[in-house]
């Protein structure tokens, strides 16, 4: 999974340790998530590690959305009373 943003790439990487790592491709030492998968899991599914991990830094980054929506729809609510 690789993304384009105006700064640089995000990629989603296995490391050498096999932790999935999300980071930014021109600072790899710094990952922004890291993603342990256990070996009774990885045992289980080998083959679908990064699959894995790409849905949960989905489902991650929509409830990131879903929050800042939130707060933005209670900030208009709560600006809705006030007189200006």
Do not use: C, F, W
Not at 30 to 58: G, R, T, Y
Request: charged share 30%; hydrophobic share 40%; no cysteine.
């Amino acid at each position: 999974m690789t993304e384009t943003t105006s700064e640089s790439r995000i990629e989603l990487v296995q490391l050498a340790n096999g932790d999935i790592a999300l980071r930014h491709a021109d600072n790899p030492d710094q990952p922004l998530v890291v993603i342990k998968i256990s070996d009774q899991v990885d045992d289980l599914m080998p083959m679908d590690k990064i699959d894995i991990a790409q849905s949960m830094v989905e489902a991650g980054i929509e409830r990131y959305r879903d929050i800042q929506v939130e707060r933005i729809e209670e900030s208009q609510s709560a600006n809705a009373g006030m007189l200006h």
